[in-house]
C-alpha cells in the first residue's frame, strides 16, 4: 500500500486547542461534472481521514461512518493511524460539504496526574482526501488544503476528563475564516489495524429521584463508559449540567474518586428542540447529577439516555453456572473490559488517569482473548509497546502510549517510570502475544511481536545478578496486597525479587516457546539457557526442602504455576498453598501479580475445593464481595467500597478496574472446562473440574470454525458431560485415561 502524506491544516486562529471547531470544503463541478461524465461516469469512492486529535466526518451533513474519537489515541510521535471508508456514488454530489469536526482529544487535551494540558501539541489539526473513482478507471481527488475554510461549532470546550460544553444558541455562522497548513506528524501514518470506536448500545434510566441535599440524581444501574444523551426543549440560554459518578456515598454521588477529572457536561439551549450528545469526551459512570432540569423526574426518564462505547469487538466467550452471584462477577468482568477497551487498554475509564498499564493487561490478556475477539486490538496496542520500548533501550513503559516521558514532574515518580525493566508490568510484552498464540496459533502475529518479546527479554537478561535472579530497579511486585495499607498500595508482603524473578523465568521460558514455533533456533537456545538461570537462582534463594523460605499465597502461586518447582516438590508445596488459603478462611490474600494464578495453583495440585472456596467467597476481600455491595464492573481494589457503604480512604480508588477480573480466564479453562491444548485451538483439552457451590456451568467459545460448548450438570455425584466441539479435543477427567472426541456432539457420564 502506498504510503499517505496529507496536508495538516487547523484554524488560522489557534488561540484555544479545547474549542471544537469546523473545517470544510466544498466538492465542486470540477470532480463531479463534466470531468466524470468524461470518464464514463463515478462508481465510487474511499475517504481517508485522520487528526492530530479527535475528529467527526460529515459528507452533506451526514456522518460518514459510525465512529467517533478518531483516530483514537497511539503513540504520536511515532505512529498516527488513519480511517478509510468507501462511499457510494449517490452519496456524493456537486457542491456537497465534506466537513471534519475537530476537537483536542489525546493529543492537545488533558492527560495524566499531574493536570498537564498538551502534552502531544497545542494545535489540534486534521487531514482528508476523498478518492472520485470513474469507470474508465481514472480517478480525482479532493484533499485538505489551504483553501479549506473553517468556523467555531456548537461545542466551546471539550476534554477527555473534564467533559464537554455545548452552546445550541452557536448556528452557522456569518462567515468562515481562513486555515493554514502545519507541519505534518514526525512518525508513520498507518491505516488501522485495531477496530474503531462505536457506539455499543444506550440504557434507559432506572431511577430518577431527588438526594437527601435535593440534588436530582440518576442511576442507569449499570457502571458504564460513554456519554448521556439529552433530548430537551426550554428558554433559550438556560444551562443543564451532568456530572458523573460510579457509586453513591451518603446518598450522594461519589466524585472523591475521580481526583481532579471534573466529568461534567454542561449543555445551553438554544430555545428550540435540542438533542445533545457530548462526542468529543467520555466518561466512566453509573449515576448523574443533573443541574438544570425543570421538567418532571418522569420527563426526564423519557429525555436521557446512556450511550455505551467502546471499540468495536465480537463478543466470542460466554459463562454461566447454578450461582448468580458467580454469573453476576463474570458480567462485571465482561463490562469492565468493555469500558476499557477504548482503543487503548485502560486501567480505568473515569478519574484523571485512563491510561493503558502494562501490567493490567499482563495479567488479564487471557481472559480478554476468551470473552472477545481482541486479535487486532491488542495488536495495534502492541506495535505502540514495540515503538516506545525501541526509545527506551527495551525498557517497557509502565503505560503505553508512554505519556509520562512527556509528562513534566513523572520523572520525579518512581511509579511513573523506572530506567530499567519491571516484572509484570514489563513482562507483558511478552505475556500478551503469547496469549495472542495461544488463542489464534497464528505465527505470523507471533512474528511481527516477537520484536517486543525479545526487547525485553534482552532488557531483563542485562540486569540479572550472579545468581540469576531479577531485583534491581523499581518493582511493583504483588501490587495491592490485600493487606497493604489504603495509601501505600505498593506494601506487599512477598518480596519484589522473588515476584520479578518469577515472571522473568516465565517470561524466557515463553520467549524460548515463541522462538521455538517461529523457527528461530538460536534465539531459543540463548532464551532457555536464560530461564534455567533465572531458575537456578530461584530455588537457590527461595526454594528449601519442598517449602519457599517466604510463606505468602502469592509466593507459592507464581512457583507452582511458572513452573519453578521439580515435579516432587509440587504436591508439599500446594499442601502449604492450600494451608495458608484455609487459615485466612478463604479470603484473597494476593494482589496483581497472584491473583491472576492463585486457583490455578490451587486446582494444578488438586486443591479444588480451596480453589472453589476462594472463588466463592463473599466476605471482603473476594471477588464476589464487590458484587454483594451491588457491583456491576470489577473494583481497583477488593475495598474499593467498605462494608459500611463508604469509598476507601486511598487516593486511588477505581470501580472499573479490569485487572483483578483475571480469574475468569481459570473459570474459562478449569470451571468451564474449554482449553487450547494447541494454539489455535486446533486440538481443545476439555477438562472442567467441578467443586463445592456449582451444580451446573455451561461454558461457550466461538472460534472462526464454529462453536465450542461445554456443559455439566452434577446429579447423585455423577457429572453429566456434554461437549460440542468443531475440532478435535480431548476429555480429562481424574482417574480416567484421556479420551479423544472427533468434532461433533458428545454426550458422558463421570464418575466424582
Excluded at 463508559?225 to 461519589?254: F, K, N, Q, Y
Excluded at 474518586?257 to 466529568?263: H, S, V
Excluded at 515518580?413 to 530506567?419: A, D, E, F, I, R
Excluded at 524473578?501 to 521460558?509: M, N, T
Aim: glycine share 10%.
Amino acid at each position: 500500500m502506498p504510503s499517505w502524506t496529507p496536508m495538516f491544516i487547523a484554524p488560522d486562529d489557534h488561540s484555544d486547542p479545547a474549542r471544537v471547531v469546523r473545517i470544510r470544503t466544498t466538492i465542486g463541478d470540477d470532480v463531479l461534472g463534466e470531468p466524470a461524465d468524461a470518464h464514463g461516469g463515478i462508481v465510487g469512492a474511499t475517504l481517508r481521514w485522520t487528526a492530530l486529535g479527535i475528529v467527526e466526518v460529515r459528507l452533506d451533513g451526514r456522518p460518514i461512518d459510525e465512529s467517533v474519537l478518531t483516530p483514537g489515541w497511539s503513540s504520536y510521535q511515532w505512529r498516527l493511524r488513519y480511517a478509510e471508508q468507501r462511499i457510494e456514488p449517490e452519496r456524493l454530489r456537486a457542491g456537497g460539504t465534506l466537513e471534519l469536526t475537530l476537537g483536542a482529544g489525546w493529543y492537545a487535551g488533558r492527560l495524566g496526574f499531574y493536570e498537564s494540558r498538551a502534552l502531544y501539541g497545542d494545535r489540534p489539526a486534521a487531514a482528508a482526501e476523498l478518492t472520485i473513482e470513474y469507470a474508465d478507471g481514472k480517478s480525482s481527488h479532493v484533499f485538505t488544503d489551504e483553501t479549506w475554510q473553517w468556523a467555531p461549532s456548537s461545542t466551546t470546550s471539550a476534554d477527555l476528563y473534564d467533559g464537554q460544553v455545548i452552546d445550541a444558541r452557536i448556528g452557522e455562522p456569518e462567515a468562515w475564516g481562513a486555515v493554514e497548513a502545519v507541519p505534518s506528524p514526525a512518525g508513520a501514518l498507518e491505516p488501522y489495524v485495531g477496530p474503531p470506536i462505536t457506539r455499543q448500545e444506550q440504557i434507559l434510566p432506572q431511577h430518577v429521584w431527588r438526594s437527601p441535599s435535593g440534588r436530582l440524581l440518576v442511576d442507569f444501574g449499570q457502571n458504564l463508559v460513554g456519554w448521556l444523551r439529552l433530548s430537551v426543549c426550554g428558554r433559550a440560554g438556560a444551562e443543564i449540567s451532568m456530572r458523573h459518578a460510579e457509586v453513591l456515598e451518603a446518598d450522594e454521588i461519589g466524585v472523591r474518586p475521580l481526583r481532579t477529572a471534573l466529568a461534567t457536561d454542561r449543555f445551553i439551549l438554544s430555545g428550540g428542540h435540542d438533542v445533545f450528545e457530548p462526542t468529543f469526551t467520555f466518561h466512566g459512570f453509573r449515576y448523574a447529577e443533573i443541574t438544570g432540569w425543570t421538567g418532571s423526574m418522569e420527563d426526564l426518564r423519557h429525555a436521557l439516555r446512556a450511550v455505551v462505547i467502546g471499540s468495536t469487538m465480537r463478543r466470542t466467550g460466554r459463562f454461566t453456572s447454578s450461582n448468580p452471584l458467580l454469573n453476576r462477577f463474570h458480567e462485571n468482568v465482561v463490562w469492565g473490559m468493555r469500558g476499557n477497551f477504548v482503543d487503548v487498554p485502560t486501567d480505568c475509564p473515569q478519574r484523571d488517569e485512563r491510561l493503558g498499564w502494562t501490567g493490567d493487561l499482563a495479567v488479564f490478556a487471557p481472559t480478554a482473548t476468551f470473552l472477545f475477539d481482541v486479535q487486532d486490538f491488542l495488536t495495534d496496542w502492541m506495535l505502540d509497546l514495540i515503538a516506545e520500548t525501541e526509545q527506551t533501550d527495551g525498557v517497557v513503559p509502565f503505560v503505553v502510549p508512554n505519556m509520562f516521558a512527556l509528562e513534566p514532574g513523572a520523572a520525579d515518580n518512581p511509579v511513573l517510570g523506572s530506567p530499567l525493566p519491571t516484572a509484570v508490568w514489563g513482562d507483558a510484552a511478552v505475556w500478551v502475544p503469547w496469549a495472542l498464540y495461544q488463542h489464534d496459533g497464528d505465527t505470523a502475529r507471533l512474528a511481527r511481536l516477537y520484536r517486543a518479546m525479545a526487547l525485553h527479554g534482552d532488557a531483563v537478561a542485562r540486569v540479572l545478578d550472579e545468581d540469576g535472579l531479577w531485583d534491581r530497579g523499581f518493582q511493583f511486585g504483588d501490587w495491592l496486597d490485600p493487606t497493604a495499607p489504603p495509601k501505600d498500595p505498593g506494601a506487599s508482603r512477598t518480596p519484589t525479587g522473588l515476584v520479578a524473578s518469577a515472571s522473568g523465568y516465565r517470561s524466557f521460558d515463553l520467549l524460548a516457546q515463541a522462538a521455538t514455533a517461529l523457527g528461530r533456533t538460536s534465539d531459543s537456545e540463548r532464551w532457555r539457557e536464560l530461564a534455567s538461570r533465572v531458575r537456578s537462582g530461584f530455588r537457590t534463594h527461595f526454594v528449601e526442602e519442598s517449602r519457599l523460605t517466604v510463606e505468602t499465597e502469592t509466593a507459592y502461586s507464581l512457583a507452582i504455576v511458572f513452573g519453578l518447582l521439580d515435579a516432587e516438590e509440587l504436591a508439599p508445596a500446594g499442601e502449604r498453598l492450600a494451608q495458608l488459603v484455609r487459615s485466612n478462611g478463604h479470603r484473597i490474600n494476593t494482589g496483581f501479580a497472584g491473583t491472576a494464578f492463585v486457583t490455578d495453583a490451587l486446582s494444578a495440585t488438586d486443591h479444588i475445593e480451596d480453589a472453589y472456596g476462594l472463588l466463592l467467597q463473599t466476605q471482603c476481600p473476594s471477588w464476589l464481595y464487590p458484587v454483594t455491595m451491588g457491583a456491576t464492573t470489577v473494583w481497583e481494589r477488593w475495598d474499593s467500597m467498605l462494608v459500611d457503604g463508604s469509598i476507601n480512604p486511598g487516593e486511588m480508588t477505581s470501580f472499573n478496574h479490569y485487572a483483578l477480573g483475571s480469574v475468569a480466564d481459570w473459570m474459562h479453562r478449569v470451571v468451564g472446562g474449554i482449553a487450547p491444548l494447541e494454539p489455535g485451538y486446533r486440538r481443545i483439552l476439555v477438562a472442567p473440574r467441578p467443586g463445592p457451590g456449582l451444580d451446573w456451568c455451561n461454558t461457550t467459545l466461538e472460534l472462526p470454525s464454529g462453536r465450542v460448548k461445554v456443559r455439566w450438570r452434577v446429579v447423585d455425584g455423577v457429572v453429566a458431560l456434554t461437549v460440542d466441539t468443531v475440532a478435535p479435543a480431548v476429555v480429562r477427567w481424574p482417574g480416567m485415561v484421556d479420551r479423544e472426541l472427533p468434532p461433533g456432539h458428545h454426550e458422558l457420564t463421570l464418575s466424582r
